[in-house]
């Protein structure tokens, strides 16, 4: 079991290099990775959120009513700006529609478990983290295919209902799970929890080589625009979530949280439901496959970045 957890340790902390290695692979070898089938994406994100749930108690829920406003806030801020974003990247850059539909997909999922871990890694607020994750992905199957479907309306026709079953399915459910499982056998689950990381990352890597493998002609062809509307809609995320933090005048630590929680998104959650509720749009799971990639990347830089703003604050 040790040896379980120091792998699961190593993979933890060098997730962005392996995510981006098969991620590579996937794209310019896709023969290597094409065993991995589409049809997993789904099962290996229940998995993700199965392992989530595992790891949440009554206790990080108490956050919603002890810290209400702080938890309002991040609500708001992650089905507004995101989206936002992402409307407004895609008209600048003139997306086709399948484009489009996934960039919006992405910009209307919740906060994913990877900005739990970026936050803890930049000495963040992360009971906050947990809390905005925790409420968000709650709140995904009424807001997602809502602001889903007022943002596309006008492009393709959105599957409100579809969209609500699956995130009820592929999300809900198993986080539902593990939390019950941890609370009535928390003794077990706690010697678990410490290789959560490996099935996770694992879980994640396969998703990304999934996607990427099937679609990396797409990829390929689609060219730099949507590598660059990726990119900014992650980065403007981080920026707006720091600036709302600074303008509100909180701490660094639940800035860091917030800047975090709104940058970094679901983007597995935003491929699988590309892929059920677009499914005569091909390109719909293209920017969901490179954000899963790319916002593990940059989580990983800025989380270094704001550990060192802490301990400057500090010294001062």
């Known amino acids: 079991m040790k040896t379980l957890e120091k792998i699961s340790d190593?993979?933890?902390?060098?997730?962005?290099?392996?995510?981006?290695?098969v991620a590579a692979l996937a794209l310019f070898v896709p023969s290597s990775l094409s065993w991995i089938k589409t049809s997993w994406v789904n099962p290996l994100l229940m998995v993700v959120m199965f392992g989530m749930g595992l790891t949440l108690k009554l206790s990080d829920f108490a956050i919603v009513f002890k810290r209400p406003v702080d938890i309002l806030i991040g609500c708001v801020a992650q089905f507004t700006i995101m989206p936002i974003l992402a409307f407004l990247l895609g008209k600048a850059f003139g997306l086709e529609a399948g484009?489009?539909?996934?960039?919006i997909l992405v910009g209307t999922c919740p906060g994913g478990t990877s900005s739990n871990v970026m936050t803890f890694l930049s000495k963040g607020d992360v009971a906050l983290s947990v809390?905005?994750?925790?409420?968000?992905?709650?709140?995904?199957?009424?807001?997602?295919?809502?602001?889903?479907?007022?943002?596309?309306?006008?492009?393709?026709?959105?599957?409100?209902?579809s969209m609500f079953l699956s995130i009820i399915k592929v999300v809900i459910l198993p986080i539902g799970l593990?939390?019950?499982?941890?609370?009535?056998?928390?003794?077990?689950?706690?010697?678990?929890?410490?290789?959560?990381?490996?099935?996770?990352?694992?879980?994640?890597?396969?998703?990304?080589?999934?996607?990427?493998?099937?679609?990396?002609?797409?990829?390929l062809t689609t060219g730099a625009i949507v590598f660059?509307?990726?990119?900014?809609?992650?980065?403007?995320?981080?920026?707006?979530?720091?600036l709302l933090g600074r303008l509100l005048r909180t701490t660094p630590e639940k800035t860091k949280a917030l800047s975090i929680e709104i940058g970094m998104q679901n983007s597995g959650l935003a491929t699988s439901l590309a892929a059920t509720s677009f499914p005569?749009?091909?390109?719909?799971?293209?920017p969901g496959a490179i954000f899963s990639v790319?916002?593990?990347?940059?989580?990983?830089?800025?989380?270094?970045?704001?550990?060192?703003?802490k301990t400057e604050e500090k010294s001062k």
């Open 10 to 21: 190593l993979v933890g902390k060098y997730m962005a290099v392996i995510v981006l290695a």
């Open 99 to 103: 484009l489009m539909a996934g960039v």
């Open 131 to 161: 809390g905005m994750t925790s409420v968000n992905t709650l709140l995904a199957p009424f807001i997602t295919p809502a602001v889903t479907y007022l943002l596309l309306k006008t492009t393709v026709s959105v599957d409100i209902v």
């Open 178 to 219: 593990g939390f019950l499982i941890n609370k009535f056998f928390g003794k077990t689950t706690q010697k678990c929890v410490k290789v959560l990381p490996l099935i996770s990352v694992t879980a994640i890597v396969m998703i990304v080589a999934a996607v990427v493998s099937a679609n990396s002609e797409k990829i």
């Open 228 to 242: 660059v509307v990726v990119i900014l809609h992650n980065l403007l995320g981080y920026g707006c979530g720091f």
């Open 280 to 286: 005569d749009l091909a390109m719909a799971t293209v």
């Open 294 to 309: 790319w916002h593990n990347i940059s989580g990983a830089i800025l989380a270094n970045i704001y550990a060192n703003w």
